[in-house]
C-alpha cells in the first residue's frame, strides 16, 4: 500500500509541476501579447484559460481521494496539503494573466508609451521566470531558495511602482496617453499580484520541507 | 484504483440467510467483478462475515443454518445440489482470520489441496509451490526451509504461506475474512502488499474491520449494517461521498 502511495502521490506532484509550468506559459504569453497589441494572442489566452481551470479541478479532486482514502501524516499529508493550498494560488496566476488578456482584447488607446510597455516586458518576463523558479523550488523541495522569492518580489514591486510613476508621469504630460497609461497602471497592478502569489506558494514550500507557517510578503511591498 | 467495468464473475440475488427461525441476511443483491478486491466493511453482527462465508457454502458444516437466493459464479449455481462443495472450494478459495498452517512442512502445505486432487509429478508440484509463494509474497523468506514445518514461521509468514495454499489451486475467486486482524502491524502491512499485488490477477473478497486497510486497498466497498447491504460503490466514493446517511456515519466512526 506504501508503494501505491507513492505512485499516487508522484502523479500528483507531477501534474501539479505541469500545470505551474502552463502557468507560467500563459502569463508570459499574456504580457508578450499585450506589449505587441496581439488581440489574437490574448484571444488564445482566454480560450485556453479552462485548461487551468480544470487542472486545478482534477488535482484537487485528486488530493481530496488521497486524504479520504490514505489518511496521510507529517510529511505526506505537508506534500498533499501543500499542493491544495497551492494549486489554487497557480488558477488565481492565471486569472490574471487571464485579465491582461481582456485589458489587451479591449485597449482603446492608440497613442502608446514605448518605454513603458518596454518595461512591462520585461516585468512579464520577470514575474514568469518567478513563476517558474517557485515551481523549480517546490520540485527540489528547497526551503531556502523558496525564502529568497521574497526578494525578487520586492524587486518586482518596485519595478511595477516605476511603471506607475511614468504612466502618471505620461497622463499629466499629454491627455491623449490616458487611455494607454491606464491600461498600463492595470497591467503593472496585475503582474504585482502574480508576483505576490509566488510567494503564497513560496510559503507553502517551506511548510512542506520544515512544517513552519511564515509570511514571505511583508507590508512594504504596495503598489498605489 | 480501477474504474473501468470488469465482467461479472460472481452475481448474488436476494440473498437470505436463518440460524434457525431468526434472519440473519435480509436479502442481499452484489455483483463482483472478475479482478479486483471488494471490502465488505460494517459493524460486528451487521452480516458481512456471514454473507462471505455463504460465498463458498461454509455454512453447509453448520446445523440449522438455511441459505436462499440465487448465487451465480461464472455460470456455476453455487447452492444446486450438483454442485460440489470440495470443487467449488478449489474455485473458491477461503483465507481465515487466524493463520491455519497444518502441522508439516511448507512444501507439503501448499500443496495439500494438490495431492488431495491426486497430483504426484514432482515438477508440477515444485512448480506450484514456488509460483505459489512467489504470488504470495513470501518466496524469498522461506524458499531455503521448504521442508521445515510452517509451524515455526511468523503469524504473516504463516498467514502468506496459508494464501499461497490457496493460490495453488489456482482459484478464480478469493474470500478473505479478516486476513490481519491477528496480525501485528508490519505483518499486516505486508499482508497488504501482497494482496495490492493479486488483485491485477483476481478477484478478491476481503471482510475488515479496518475502515483504513478497506480505503487502502479495495477497489469497491460494500457497507452491510444488521443483515442489510446499505451501500456499494467504488470506494473512493463510499470514503468521500457516500450516498447513505449510515454509511456516512459509519465510516466517519460515528457508531460501530
Known amino acids: 500500500m506504501r508503494r501505491l502511495f507513492d505512485e499516487e502521490l508522484a502523479d500528483l506532484d507531477s501534474s501539479f509541476t505541469e500545470m505551474g509550468m502552463l502557468v507560467s506559459q500563459t502569463i508570459q504569453k499574456a504580457v508578450q501579447s499585450f506589449v ?6 490574448a484571444r488564445q489566452i482566454l480560450e485556453n484559460d479552462h485548461q487551468i481551470n480544470e487542472r486545478e479541478a482534477a488535482i484537487e479532486k485528486k488530493t481530496f481521494e488521497m486524504i479520504a482514502l490514505y489518511q496521510p501524516v507529517t510529511t505526506d499529508l505537508r506534500e498533499i496539503v501543500t499542493i491544495l493550498k497551492a494549486v489554487s494560488v497557480l488558477e488565481r496566476m492565471g486569472d490574471q494573466a487571464r485579465n491582461i488578456a481582456n485589458s489587451t482584447i479591449r485597449v482603446k488607446g492608440t497613442k502608446h508609451i514605448a518605454s513603458i510597455e518596454q518595461e512591462l516586458g520585461v516585468i512579464g518576463e520577470m514575474v514568469a521566470n518567478m513563476v517558474s523558479q517557485v515551481m523549480e523550488y517546490y520540485v527540489k523541495n528547497d526551503a531556502l531558495g523558496a525564502e529568497s522569492i521574497a526578494e525578487a518580489n520586492h524587486k518586482l514591486s518596485q519595478s511595477a511602482a516605476k511603471v506607475r510613476t511614468d504612466s502618471v508621469n505620461g497622463m499629466k504630460e499629454n491627455a491623449d496617453l490616458v487611455d494607454s497609461a491606464a491600461d498600463y497602471l492595470v497591467i503593472a497592478g496585475y503582474l504585482k499580484r502574480i508576483g505576490d502569489y509566488t510567494t503564497d506558494i513560496a510559503e507553502w514550500i517551506v511548510y512542506k520541507r520544515t512544517g513552519k507557517i511564515i509570511e514571505l510578503n511583508p507590508g512594504y511591498n504596495f503598489f498605489i | 484504483m480501477t474504474d473501468k467495468q470488469e465482467k461479472t464473475i460472481l452475481s448474488t440475488r436476494d440473498v437470505r440467510l436463518w440460524y434457525g427461525q431468526k434472519e440473519a441476511l435480509h436479502g442481499i443483491d452484489l455483483d463482483f467483478p472478475n479482478k479486483g478486491i471488494t471490502a465488505l466493511i460494517g459493524p460486528s453482527g451487521s452480516g458481512k462475515t456471514t454473507y462471505l462465508r455463504a460465498l463458498n457454502r461454509m455454512h453447509d458444516l453448520e446445523d440449522g443454518v438455511t441459505v436462499t437466493g440465487s448465487f451465480n459464479f461464472n455460470g ?14 478449489k474455485r473458491i478459495g477461503m483465507v481465515f482470520q487466524q493463520p491455519n498452517p497444518f502441522p508439516f512442512s511448507i512444501y507439503e502445505n501448499v500443496i495439500f489441496g494438490l495431492r488431495l486432487d491426486g497430483v504426484k509429478d514432482k515438477a508440477v508440484l515444485d512448480e506450484a509451490v514456488e509460483r505459489s509463494l512467489k504470488q504470495a509474497s513470501v518466496w524469498d523468506e522461506v524458499k531455503d526451509d521448504l521442508h521445515k514445518s510452517a509451524l515455526g514461521l ?7 504461506v496459508s494464501i499461497a495454499r490457496v493460490l495453488a489451486m489456482s482459484p478464480e475467486l478469493l474470500l478473505l475474512d479478516e486476513p490481519t486482524s491477528a496480525l501485528d502491524p508490519i505483518s499486516s502491512r505486508n499482508i497488504e502488499e501482497t494482496l495490492l499485488k493479486l488483485r491485477e490477477d483476481y478477484a478478491m473478497i476481503i471482510v475488515t474491520h479496518s475502515m483504513s486497510q478497506a480505503s487502502r486497498i479495495s477497489d469497491r466497498t460494500a457497507f452491510f449494517l444488521s443483515g442489510n447491504l446499505i451501500e456499494v460503490d467504488q470506494t473512493k466514493h463510499i470514503f468521500l461521498n ?10 466517519s466512526g460515528r457508531f460501530g
Open chain 1, 36 to 41: 505587441d497589441h496581439d488581440r489574437e494572442g
Open chain 2, 242 to 251: 457516500p450516498q447513505k446517511q449510515e454509511t456516512q456515519d459509519y465510516v
Open chain 2, 154 to 160: 511468523s503469524g504473516g509468514q504463516q498467514q502468506r
Open chain 2, 76 to 89: 456455476t449455481d453455487i447452492y444446486a445440489p450438483t454442485t460440489d462443495t470440495v470443487d467449488l472450494r
